[in-house]
């Protein structure tokens, strides 16, 4: 009984022993799938069903961080760059501007040169009162030929005339294919005697030429230079009254003073086209005009018997001048120049050799004394001259 008892303890003491066993056992694996839980609702989605076999995990590789790129050694040679560099901006719409004062100075010494050329027409290098003749002459300064005469239409009355073709230039202007036309009628009172007035009236024609001018300006790239062609007309109307003195056979002087209307037709015209003209210009058809007076005189000597000389000279003054002149320049926009009043001297003389009877070889000059834009300039030239 005893030992059946004992039996029975062991027996309990042994399920006890389990039971606790057991309870521990269980108690451990219940804290350590705690975290796991725990990790398997953290994936959620992103982790996959439990696979019997480990899969094995990739971690992502990490991206390199871009490294930067080495400066470049600078090369002593320049390399060429693939876009052409944009080109500098020229100044000198100022200067381009004041260049078409430049072409108002030559056209009003073209009006002026004209005239000096005409007046040799007229007989300004012979005496008042002479008898008919008629002279053939060519002259250089200015390349000029023609014929011009007098014929005593009365007494009292004479016709003067003459028919020039002339090229000139002067102060960056040329004028060629110019023909020149002038008449005028003199009144001289013979009857009053040795001393006496007389009086002139007239007009010297060009009606159509070829002009070229040139029009010059700086600008911060360079000089410009531009000559353009286009065609001009002069015409020319005075008046004069003198007076006249026979002082002997051989001698003859006279003092006289004249007034001139001058006007000058000029087409219009642009800039030539030029390598570099970042200026240009361009000008309207205009008429120049001027008026004058001369006061001057002559004296006639003849020495011997077969030489001739004249000597003749005035002062001039111009007034009431206008530049025809309207010009669009660019970055200037319209341009018109004025045209002040000008003084200068002119003067002129003949040699002339009798070579037989009524047969005269003239050698003459004329020309201008003064300040631009009329200047200093000279025209001279050889006549051959028939007394009638």
């Known amino acids: 009984m005893r030992a059946l008892t004992m039996t029975k303890y062991r027996f309990r003491r042994l399920i006890l022993i389990g039971v606790l066993t057991a309870s521990a056992a269980f108690a451990l694996v219940a804290s350590g799938a705690r975290p796991a839980a725990a990790q ?90 002479c008898g008919d003749c008629i002279s053939a002459f060519g002259s250089a300064g200015s390349f000029s030929a023609g014929i011009h005469g007098r014929k005593a239409l009365t007494n009292n009355l004479s016709l003067l005339a003459g028919i020039a073709y002339t ?67 002069n015409y020319a109307v005075y008046g004069r009254a003198g007076w006249i003195n026979r002082l002997s056979p051989r001698d003859e002087v006279a003092a006289s003073i004249e007034v001139w209307q001058l006007w000058q037709r000029v087409s219009g015209y642009s800039d030539s086209t030029v390598t570099f003209n970042p200026f240009d210009a361009s000008i309207a058809d205009g008429t120049d005009r001027t008026s004058l007076v001369k006061i001057g005189g002559q004296w006639t000597h003849l020495f011997g018997s077969n030489i001739e000389t004249n000597i003749n000279g005035g002062w001039v003054q111009s007034f009431a001048s206008h530049s025809g002149i309207v010009a669009t320049v660019t970055g200037n926009g319209v341009v018109v120049p004025t045209m002040g009043n000008q003084g200068w001297f002119e003067y002129g003389g003949r040699l002339g050799f009798r070579v037989q009877k009524g047969w005269i070889v003239d050698l003459f000059a004329n020309g201008t004394l003064g300040p631009q834009p009329v200047g200093n300039t000279i025209h001279g030239g050889v006549g051959l001259r028939i007394n009638y």
């Open 40 to 129: 398997a609702s953290e994936c959620g989605s992103e982790c996959s069903e439990p696979t019997p076999y480990p899969s094995p995990t990739y971690s992502p590789s990490p991206t390199p961080s871009p490294s930067p790129a080495p400066s470049p050694s600078p090369s002593p040679y320049l390399s060429p760059s693939p876009y052409p560099s944009p080109s500098p901006t020229p100044i000198g719409a100022a200067s381009s501007g004041n260049s078409i004062g430049g072409l108002a100075n030559q056209r009003f010494n073209q009006m002026i040169t004209n005239r000096v050329l005409g007046t040799v027409l007229l007989g300004v290098n012979e005496q008042i009162n």
């Open 167 to 233: 090229h000139y230039d002067e102060g960056g202007y040329k004028i060629t294919s110019a023909p020149i036309g002038a008449f005028a009628l003199r009144y001289d009172f013979t009857d009053w005697g040795s001393s006496r007035p007389f009086f002139d009236v007239g007009t010297i024609l060009t009606p159509w030429e070829k002009a070229r001018y040139t029009r010059s300006y700086d600008t911060s790239l360079g000089p410009v230079s531009v000559t353009s062609s286009t065609n001009a007309s």
